[in-house]
C-alpha cells in the first residue's frame, strides 16, 4: 500500500468515526429531549434554551430556505417567523424588504415573537410570511395561522408531516407538540382560513405556499 492510499484511509476512518460521534451525540440528545418536549407540552411553553443556541440550528435547513426564497418574487415584503441565524435573509432578492421575528434578536432588527404566548405581538404587515420549521413546535397552530393571516396574505411554510402507521412518540425527541399527517396539516391550513395552492415534497416533510381566502 502506497503513502497516500494509506493517508487517505486514515482521513477516511477518522471522517467516519467523527459522523458516527456527532450521530450519537445527537441521539442522546434527542432521547433527553423527549420527557423535556412533554413537560412544555403540558405547560404550553417553549423551549427557549434550545433555540437560544446557534449549535440548535441545522446546515442542511438553508436547502428548506433556498426552496422557499425561489418561491418569493422581488420587491416582496417578507416578514419570517422562527427566523433562526436569518439564512432566508440572503437568499432573497435584493430588492425584497425582509423583517425577521424571533424567540431571540440576533440582529438589531429583529423583533420578539413567541407564537405560544399571548398575547400576540404588534407586528408589521407583509406580503409573505414564512414559517420555515417552525408549526411544528406550535402548541395551537390554528390560532397562530390566525395571527399571522391578519398580517400576511400569503404564507410559506413547512412541515414534517406524520406517516401512515409512525410512532408520534418519536416526535417528542425532535421537541414537535403536534403531529399532523400531510391531510390534517392541509386542513389546519384551511380552518385558519389559508386555501393551499401548492405542495412540494422536501425529505420527510413538506412546504406549502398558500394564499387566505378570498385574497
Known amino acids: 500500500m502506497g503513502i497516500e492510499q494509506a493517508k487517505h484511509r486514515l482521513r477516511t476512518a477518522k471522517w467516519r468515526l467523527s459522523n458516527w460521534a456527532v450521530a450519537k451525540r445527537a441521539d442522546v440528545l434527542a432521547t433527553l429531549r423527549a420527557p423535556k418536549t412533554r413537560k412544555l407540552a403540558s405547560q404550553r411553553g417553549t423551549d427557549l434554551d434550545r433555540w437560544a443556541k446557534d449549535s ?84 395551537e397552530p390554528v390560532e397562530a395561522l390566525r395571527f399571522i393571516g391578519r398580517l400576511a396574505p400569503t404564507l410559506i411554510c413547512s412541515y414534517a408531516t406524520v406517516k401512515n402507521g409512525a410512532d408520534t412518540s418519536d416526535r417528542h425527541k425532535n421537541g414537535f407538540f403536534n403531529h399532523f399527517s400531510e391531510d390534517e396539516f392541509l386542513q389546519t391550513l384551511q380552518c385558519a382560513g389559508y386555501s393551499p395552492q401548492k405542495v412540494q415534497p422536501w425529505g420527510d416533510q413538506i412546504i406549502v405556499v398558500a394564499v387566505l381566502d378570498g385574497s
Open 56 to 139: 440548535s440550528y441545522e446546515d442542511f435547513w438553508r436547502e428548506r430556505n433556498e426552496i422557499i426564497a425561489a418561491a418569493i418574487l422581488p420587491g416582496t415584503r417578507v416578514l419570517e417567523f422562527g427566523a433562526g441565524l436569518q439564512s432566508l435573509r440572503g437568499l432573497l432578492d435584493p430588492t425584497c424588504k425582509y423583517q425577521p421575528t424571533d424567540l431571540v434578536a440576533r440582529t438589531p432588527d429583529c423583533l420578539i415573537c413567541d407564537l405560544n404566548v399571548r398575547p400576540f405581538p404588534d407586528l408589521p404587515d407583509a406580503e409573505v410570511a414564512v414559517l420555515s420549521g417552525v408549526l411544528e413546535y406550535v402548541h
